[in-house]
């Protein structure tokens, strides 16, 4: 167990996960949250990019090695359909000039996206695919806690929303299934794979934003 907003208690997870495990042949990076007033983290990130992306980069990252040891091995990042409203803005990360919870959950999930084409695209060859998945919107405990127009808008559409046993069938096929064996670098929805935004595809972007990332984890 691990807050994974705290970059310490994923080191320390991943020293654990070692000192028990040589091979690791599934990572499925399912950790997020969305904050109606901006908080940050015990490292002083703003808490929606810290939880929701950089938890993913810095603990895939921290485990590749492994992975790729154990290969072939499969990473499934999970993001969600959000990500198509938002645009990275280098200039404002972490939402300081202007907060809102809505917005900085669409910038975190397109930053989820832009991280697996261009972790893709650096593990071609290993044997390790990464692919990622909007499983749709699940009623689990997300979003409870959220006050305002937010937590209205949750609790009004809540009976429309995925039971948990739904929303975890892409996840599922993508870390199983026979048939996406050797399939990297895509963005899959109800276990197909589909087109996500235009701006995740961008490569300047995607690139820029990995090399913010490691400055940000200490990993590069």
Same mark, same amino acid.
Request: some cysteine.
């Given at each position: 167990?691990?807050?994974?907003?705290?970059?310490?208690?994923?080191?320390?997870?991943?020293?654990?996960?070692?000192?028990?495990?040589?091979?690791?042949?599934?990572?499925?990076?399912?950790?997020?949250?969305?904050?109606? /007033?901006?908080?940050?983290?015990?490292?002083?990130?703003?808490?929606?990019?810290?939880?929701?992306?950089?938890?993913?980069?810095?603990?895939?990252?921290?485990?590749?090695?492994?992975? /790729?040891?154990?290969?072939?091995?499969?990473?499934?990042?999970?993001?969600?359909?959000?990500?198509?409203?938002?645009?990275?803005?280098?200039?404002?990360?972490?939402?300081?000039?202007?907060?809102?919870?809505?917005?900085?959950?669409?910038?975190? #999930?397109?930053?989820?996206?832009?991280?697996?084409?261009?972790?893709?695209?650096?593990?071609?060859?290993?044997?390790?695919?990464?692919?990622?998945?909007?499983? $749709?919107?699940?009623?689990?405990?997300?979003? #409870?806690?959220?006050?305002?127009?937010? $937590?209205?808008?949750?609790?009004?559409?809540?009976?429309?929303?995925?039971?948990?046993?739904?929303?975890?069938?892409?996840?599922?096929?993508?870390?199983?299934?026979?048939?996406?064996?050797?399939?990297?670098? #895509?963005?899959?929805? /109800?276990? #197909?794979?589909?087109?996500?935004?235009?701006?995740?595809?961008?490569?300047?972007?995607?690139?820029?934003?990995?090399?913010?990332?490691?400055?940000?984890?200490?990993?590069?």
């Amino acid at each position: 167990m691990a807050d994974l907003s705290s970059q310490q208690e994923i080191r320390q997870l991943v020293q654990q996960f070692n000192e028990h495990h040589q091979r690791l042949d599934v990572l499925v990076n399912n950790a997020g949250a969305i904050f109606d /007033k901006r908080r940050e983290s015990v490292d002083g990130i703003e808490m929606t990019f810290a939880l929701n992306y950089l938890g993913y980069f810095l603990l895939t990252n921290l485990l590749l090695d492994t992975l /790729k040891a154990s290969a072939p091995g499969r990473i499934i990042n999970v993001s969600s359909r959000s990500h198509a409203r938002a645009q990275i803005n280098f200039d404002d990360l972490e939402s300081r000039s202007a907060y809102n919870g809505l917005a900085a959950y669409a910038h975190s #999930k397109l930053a989820i996206v832009l991280f697996t084409y261009e972790l893709a695209r650096r593990l071609e060859g290993t044997g390790v695919t990464v692919n990622v998945v909007n499983p $749709g919107i699940v009623a689990t405990n997300f979003g #409870k806690n959220s006050s305002g127009v937010l $937590g209205i808008i949750m609790h009004l559409f809540r009976p429309a929303f995925l039971s948990p046993e739904q929303g975890a069938q892409t996840g599922i096929y993508l870390a199983t299934s026979p048939e996406v064996e050797g399939v990297t670098g #895509k963005y899959f929805v /109800k276990c #197909k794979a589909v087109a996500s935004s235009p701006a995740s595809y961008d490569l300047a972007t995607a690139s820029q934003l990995w090399e913010v990332s490691e400055s940000y984890t200490s990993e590069g």
